[in-house]
């Protein structure tokens, strides 16, 4: 049983699209995290999430937003893509808000052309 | 501005050659330093939460320890299956902040 998984695996885009990233936990958590993972394999927090709270980093251009149909599901959007938004992005969940001990998704590598 | 930096970028071990991770941090107030590893094409995988100096965590062939200006992570007797990259992490006492290290890649030759 998969605990977070994320679809697309891969996702190549042109630049100026909107895309959008799915993520779903079965773990039963209340908090969901998305993370950019760049070229050089830095690992930077994007969102935190909760059915409470939406806490965005501060560098996080608004292009980005994340979307929570539900407390296991919390998609990430991005509209008018650029080149250097071309990276790994995970989804991750916790039980609690800022409970770092974390369950990671597979991954999705965005490749933007 | 809370940091974390990681040595050595990569280390390449025997079956069997102990050796030891560094995480060097600056923080404002550390809430938990966290250790996870990640496995090339996959998501990092927790490993331990140390949040006081002086405290260890073990866990098989792996042992991390805490002081106040950094963390180590010790590996035993290590294994080719031990192969990956070890990341470590701290939050602050904001608990809103949590900062990533570049990671060291540890290879483990059979």
């Known amino acids: 049983d998969t605990a977070v998984s994320q679809t697309p695996k891969y996702l190549v885009t042109q630049m100026g699209n909107d895309k959008s990233i799915k993520c779903e936990q079965n773990?039963?958590?209340?908090?969901m995290y998305w993370y950019k993972q760049d070229s050089k394999k830095f690992l930077k927090i994007m969102f935190s999430?909760?059915?409470?709270?939406?806490?965005i980093n501060e560098t996080v251009p608004n292009r980005f937003s994340p979307k929570s149909p539900d407390k296991a599901h919390l998609n990430l959007h991005i509209n008018s893509l650029e080149l250097g938004d071309s990276a790994v992005y995970f989804c991750?969940?916790?039980?609690?808000?800022?409970?770092?001990?974390?369950?990671f998704g597979p991954g999705t590598r965005l490749t933007v052309t | 501005e809370d940091q974390v930096t990681q040595s050595p970028e990569a280390l390449r071990l025997q079956e069997g050659e102990s050796s030891s991770l560094n995480c060097s941090y600056t923080?404002?107030?550390?809430?938990?330093l966290f250790w996870y590893r990640q496995d090339p094409g996959k998501g990092p995988e927790f490993l331990f939460t140390?949040?006081?100096a002086g405290e260890e965590k073990e866990k098989e062939r792996l042992k991390a320890t805490l002081t106040k200006k950094e963390s180590f992570l010790h590996i035993t007797a290590p294994k080719p299956e031990d192969s990956a990259t070890y990341l470590c992490?701290?939050?602050?006492?904001?608990?809103?902040?949590?900062?990533f290290g570049p990671g060291t890649r540890l290879s483990v030759l059979p």
């Open positions: 992490a701290v939050s602050d006492n904001y608990g809103q902040n949590f900062v």
């Open positions: 923080v404002s107030g550390l809430r938990g």
């Open positions: 773990l039963g958590h209340d908090t």
């Open positions: 140390l949040y006081s």
């Open positions: 999430y909760n059915n409470k709270e939406l806490i």
């Open positions: 991750a969940s916790s039980q609690g808000a800022n409970n770092y001990e974390q369950y």
